[in-house]
């Protein structure tokens, strides 16, 4: 069965860096759509980034110019860079992986496309 294990969430001061990690057992990070989707208190949960398997990225407007998706397709693990953390930004995130290679061409920050999905890990960010 699939697994997505993920790690780096903590607690950081307005403008700190993280990085998240997402680990995939029985499932191969260079063939489908990953992305990272989060979800704060009160609101839907929110594409954030995916990436195609050709690397392509995609990310939501806000985070766009501050965070990094990338694979390490040895490892068979998924990241998000995330720098310049905002407030705004503190959310559980979720490590995703759709079945299909890609949809339409591309990989959509869309979470009813994605099939398997990790725990979330806690990213708080106080001013």
């Known amino acids: 069965l699939v697994q997505l294990a993920e790690s780096g969430g903590g607690s950081v001061q307005a403008g700190a860096p993280l990085r998240l990690s997402c680990v995939a057992s029985r499932y191969s990070v260079t063939n489908r759509c990953m992305g990272w989707f989060r979800q704060a208190p009160g609101k839907e949960r929110e594409g954030v980034a995916t990436?195609?398997?050709?690397?392509?990225?995609t990310y939501v407007a806000s985070a766009k110019g501050r965070f990094t998706i990338s694979k390490d397709n040895a490892e068979n693990t998924l990241y998000l860079q995330m720098n310049s953390l905002q407030v705004e930004d503190t959310a559980v995130y979720y490590c995703?992986?759709?079945?299909?290679?890609?949809?339409?061409?591309?990989?959509?920050?869309?979470?009813?496309?994605?099939?398997?999905w990790g725990q979330g890990t806690q990213v708080t960010v106080s001013s």
């Open positions: 995703a992986a759709a079945q299909a290679r890609q949809f339409g061409g591309r990989c959509p920050l869309l979470f009813q496309n994605y099939n398997y």
């Open positions: 990436i195609l398997n050709d690397g392509t990225e």
